[in-house]
């Protein structure tokens, strides 16, 4: 798992170091539920791809945005399954200017890597525990919705609802929905 925390770490870095845009990078820290009942946690990026009013000369013209938000997530179900997201989100924002909140609609595409917990045997002699564990492999589409308060200075909030599909070759096809929220971090250009 800490191979990938520094993975992660490493592109975002050099993401943010080489990107050419004059705009600031947001970080996202949040609490990740699917299904309600399993707990994590989310990492990621928000890089704008794209910025535009419809109507420019008139100064309360509200802002549309595109952003790319890579995102690294792990949850687990205690003592069943143990999961790893790695995700990237399309999000549309439309804000009114001098206004913080602003709602989001954007849709995923991930890697789901869970860990199964299958059953286990104990050794009557010692009383050690072995548990054999499969290893699953997921495409996962999602639609999320939500809102962010963005930052003022460098802190900012988030709250999205997320519904999508797992698609697995080892498993038979389902849901996959939750919420998230979380704190944003304004990492500001020099």
């Given at each position: 798992?800490?191979?990938y925390?520094l993975?992660l770490?490493?592109l975002?870095?050099?993401?943010?170091?080489?990107?050419?845009?004059?705009?600031?990078?947001?970080?996202?820290?949040?609490?990740?539920?699917?299904y309600?009942?399993?707990?994590?946690?989310?990492?990621?990026?928000?890089?704008n791809?794209?910025?535009?009013?419809?109507n420019a000369?008139?100064?309360?013209?509200?802002i549309?945005?595109?952003n790319?938000?890579?995102?690294?997530?792990?949850f687990?179900?205690?003592?069943?399954?143990?999961?790893?997201?790695?995700?990237?989100?399309l999000s549309?924002?439309?804000?009114?200017?001098?206004?913080?909140?602003?709602?989001?609609?954007?849709?995923g595409?991930?890697?789901?890597?869970?860990?199964?917990?299958?059953?286990g045997?104990?050794?009557l002699?010692?009383?050690?525990?072995h548990?054999?564990?499969?290893?699953?492999?997921?495409?996962?589409p999602?639609?999320?919705?939500?809102?962010?308060?963005?930052?003022?200075?460098?802190?900012?909030?988030?709250?999205?609802?997320?519904?999508?599909?797992?698609?697995?070759a080892?498993?038979?096809?389902?849901?996959?929905f939750?919420v998230?929220?979380?704190?944003l971090?304004?990492?500001?250009?020099?």
């Amino acid at each position: 798992m800490n191979r990938y925390i520094l993975i992660l770490t490493l592109l975002l870095a050099t993401g943010h170091s080489i990107s050419g845009q004059e705009r600031s990078t947001e970080l996202s820290v949040g609490y990740f539920a699917p299904y309600g009942l399993q707990f994590g946690g989310k990492i990621g990026a928000s890089f704008n791809y794209k910025q535009w009013k419809l109507n420019a000369e008139d100064g309360a013209a509200p802002i549309h945005k595109l952003n790319i938000n890579p995102q690294l997530g792990y949850f687990v179900n205690p003592d069943v399954q143990q999961n790893v997201l790695f995700n990237t989100e399309l999000s549309y924002q439309r804000k009114k200017a001098n206004k913080r909140f602003a709602p989001i609609a954007a849709l995923g595409l991930g890697y789901l890597l869970a860990f199964q917990q299958l059953g286990g045997t104990v050794n009557l002699a010692n009383g050690q525990i072995h548990t054999e564990k499969e290893t699953l492999h997921y495409f996962t589409p999602t639609l999320n919705l939500g809102f962010e308060v963005e930052p003022k200075k460098s802190i900012g909030y988030y709250f999205k609802l997320f519904y999508g599909r797992k698609f697995g070759a080892q498993r038979v096809d389902s849901s996959i929905f939750g919420v998230e929220f979380g704190m944003l971090l304004k990492m500001k250009k020099k």
